[in-house]
Each structure stands twice: as C-alpha cells, then as structure tokens.
C-alpha cells in the first residue's frame, strides 16, 4: 500500500491535502508537513493545503486559496480525519483520486487507498515514516510542523501512544534546524484568558469517588471569559491534572444550542461512549455530542459505570 501511494504522488500533478475541521496541531503539522514535503522533493508538482484557517494556530500554518477547478485534475490526500463528515472542505471528493493518512480507529474506511496507523501517536508520525520509507529528503520547514503534530497528539511525550518508534521520529526530525524550545514553549503557554477559564474548570469541576469527573462550560461562562468554543483546546487536558481524576467529559455548548463532549480519560476505554453519542476517536481522547442537558448526564452516568463494571477495557499507560 505504501508503495501505491508513492505511485499516486509522483503520477498526479496537482495535489491537494485536506484534514480535519477545528484543526489541532497534528492536523496542522501532518496536512502542511506532508504538503512541504511534496514541495521539495518534487519542486514542478502544484500543492495545495485547504481548509478553514484558525487564528490560535496561525504561528503553525497557513491555509491555500484552492479553486474548484483545481480539483478537476487532483490527486486529494486527507490526513488525520477518521470520518468523511469531519473533512474539512467538503470538496475532498471532487478530485480524481483520494488518499486516506490516518491514526484514527477506522471506523469509515474511505478513499480509493485508505491508509491507517492506529498503533502511530499521531498522523505527523505516519507521514515522517512514509517520507523516510519513499526516500525523500526532508527539509527544516517539513521537520518543524511535523515534529509539532508529534509534540500535540502526544501531549509532548506524555500520553500511553508515545511509543520508542515516536521518539525515534522525533529524534529524527530534530536533527533539522529549527527551534524545538520555541513551539514546547508556544504549547506550553496560554493567555490570560485561558488561564482564568482553567481555574473556573478546577473551580466547578464535579467529581465521584472514583475519579469520574465533568464540567460544564455554557456560551454565557465563555462569553464572560471573552473566549470560544476552539479555545476550549486549550484547557481540555487541564482535569486529568488532577492526580484523582481518572476520567473526564467536558461539555462545550455550542451558539446553536447543543453541546459539543470532549471525552478524556487515563485508562479506562471511552470512545465506545462516544460513539453512541454522535461522536468517536481515539480509546482515551474522544469527543462527542450532546443534545440536552439529560443527554450530557446519561454520558456523565456511562462514564461512572465503566467503574462498576468489573471487566472494562483498559490500555495500560506503558
Ligand atoms: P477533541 O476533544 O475534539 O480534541 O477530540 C478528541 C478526539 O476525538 C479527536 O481525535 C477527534 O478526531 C475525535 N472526535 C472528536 N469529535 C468527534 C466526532 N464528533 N466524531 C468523531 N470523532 C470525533
């Protein structure tokens, strides 16, 4: 299959890389890394990013204009989005070939070649191996957003899917120059905003005895803190801090009324949770949504029983 997808990428002249809406960092750093890296091994091939552009990662990347015309020829690659409805720019299927990269559980196996890793950390992760498997140079620009998507999905080298084949890739891409200290510390810093919102979700976060935990953030409370819903990024890991803390949801409301579940959780398995509520992901960090406030209760309940069950699938942290 990697062979194929060498293929594609050397028959297509015009390609265009598409990854998922509310882009993190490893959306980010996989789409444009994997688009650098065309770009320098084959200088003559006309790439294309798309997608909307969000301010919080502007220091990382920016989008292309991409006309519909574009596509009439194009080989679409889409990195990192596991489903069609969260591709971002619903054109990906306008093209003549499409390319699906991802670490996602495969749960909607589109695209004439559908490639997925769930064992890599992170869809950068993917795409460093494929470029070091096609032989192709990397370059400082291609590194830095790469070794960014690693650093995100792993939480800088935190969470249970940092592997050694994830230290040895970033061991890898830090040979190329650029300054590794610079984005820690740009993914390490939030404003004061954030950190006010932080301490209203320490503040108000509910907790049971086993460590299931959950907020909610209502558009009033983040209008008060002058934030939005893409800001809620930021501070999404910010329960599990909490040594007791197992497992955690936490319900965004949306302008229009529901509420978007962003589902955590240290060992305990709950992307099944999210799946019966309009959602899925990753085992430990899946997202959601939820229709009501009822909704967001049976989600908190589900979330509590996983800890009365006594056989309940865990991934162990090493
Ligand atoms: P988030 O809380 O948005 O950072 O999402 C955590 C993980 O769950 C990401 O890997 C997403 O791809 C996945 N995810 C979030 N929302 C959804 C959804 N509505 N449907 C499927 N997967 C989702």
Known sequence: ???????????????????????????????????????????EKIVKVTGTDVPNLSWLAQMDQVADQDYEAALVIVTDTANRPRIDDDRYDQGQYLIKIDHHPNEDPYGDICYVDTTASSASEIITQLALSFDWQLSDTAARLLYTGIVGDTGRFLYPATTSRTLEIAAHLRTYEFDFAAISRQMDSFSLPIAKLQSYVFDQLQMDANGVAYVTLTQETLKAFGLTDADTAAIVGSPGKIDCVQTWAIFVEQPEGHYRVRLRSK????????????????????????????????????LQALFQEKETKTLSKD
Request: charged share 20%.
């Open 1 to 43: 299959m990697i062979k194929q997808i060498l293929e594609k990428i050397e028959a297509y002249h015009i390609i265009i890389i598409h990854r998922h809406q509310r882009p993190d960092p490893d959306a980010l750093g996989s789409q444009v890394g994997l688009a650098e890296l065309i770009r320098h091994n084959y200088p």
């Open 267 to 302: 060992e305990k398995v709950i992307n099944q949770i999210a799946k019966l509520h309009d959602g899925g992901g990753h085992p430990l960090a899946s997202g959601a949504n939820s229709y009501s406030l009822a909704e967001n209760q049976t989600i908190y309940q589900e």
